[in-house]
């Protein structure tokens, strides 16, 4: 139990377009929705936090006209990437939470992002 | 505030040995505390978790962790290394109390290297 998917695995694009990342939950209701980035050998970095049916909350330094982020059902919050240049190429990683107590993240195995 | 600290770049281990990745944290209410690994390109995956309860916590694949609130300290146990076990780990840790955030807060990794 306690899947998270993510579609792609893998995306290369030109830059100035824009990708979309999804994330499930495949068995489970998520009321939250997190996405973050990584780096290369480094350590998560938290963009934004989603609640089903309602405005992300970014964190600070995060562009939410540049990551837009969308929790559009309990199993379902979407990333796009607008206008994509190449300082955006990373790991992307969703993870969802149950809530109403349960406190585990479950993470989506991740998107790698790389902007010609 | 809530912060967590894995004072550990890497830990090297043999196989058969036993192995230890530290984490220590800092909460102002009571923490929650996690485990998770994350393998080469792919997400993030759940070990085990401090809420309440017993100080020594059992988790997935034979990993253990002890908290000790006198020291801070939620350090990662397993008493004898596979070479499967070569991973990133990740600490993370929620403070319950009025300064808190709902969010956990991760450490920046440590990552094992079990040798055969």
């Known amino acids: 139990g306690a899947v998270v998917s993510q579609h792609p695995s893998r995306v290369i694009c030109k830059s100035g377009t824009s990708v979309k990342i999804e994330c499930r939950s495949l068995?489970?209701?998520?009321?939250?929705m997190f996405w973050y980035r990584q780096f290369p050998k480094q350590s998560l970095m938290l963009m934004a936090t989603?609640?089903?049916?309602?405005?992300?909350?970014?964190e600070q330094g995060v562009e939410k006209d540049k990551f837009l982020i969308n929790h559009a059902s309990l199993t379902l919050s979407t990333l796009t990437v607008t206008s994509a240049h190449p300082e955006d190429s990373s790991f992307y990683i969703c993870?969802?939470?149950?809530?109403?107590?349960?406190?585990?993240?479950?993470f989506g195995p991740g998107t790698r992002l790389l902007v010609l | 505030a809530q912060s967590v600290a894995q004072p550990e770049d890497q830990v090297n281990v043999a196989e058969g040995n036993p192995l230890t990745v530290k984490c220590t944290y800092s909460?102002?209410?009571?923490?929650?505390l996690f485990w998770y690994v994350q393998y080469p390109n792919r997400g993030l995956q759940f070990l085990l978790k401090?809420?309440?309860?017993?100080?020594l916590v059992k988790g997935s694949y034979g990993f253990e962790a002890e908290f000790n609130k006198s020291q801070t300290s939620f350090h990662l146990k397993k008493p004898s290394a596979l070479v499967s076990d070569s991973a990133l780990y990740f600490c993370?840790?929620?403070?319950?109390?009025?300064?808190?955030?709902?969010?956990?807060?991760f450490g920046r990794g440590t990552s094992l290297i079990v040798h055969p």
């Open positions: 909460v102002s209410g009571n923490p929650y």
């Open positions: 993370a840790v929620r403070d319950t109390g009025g300064g808190g955030s709902y969010i956990p807060t």
């Open positions: 989603s609640n089903e049916g309602s405005k992300a909350t970014y």
């Open positions: 401090y809420i309440t309860g017993d100080n």
């Open positions: 993870s969802a939470r149950v809530g109403g107590g349960e406190e585990t993240q479950y």
């Open positions: 068995d489970f209701q998520a009321t939250t």
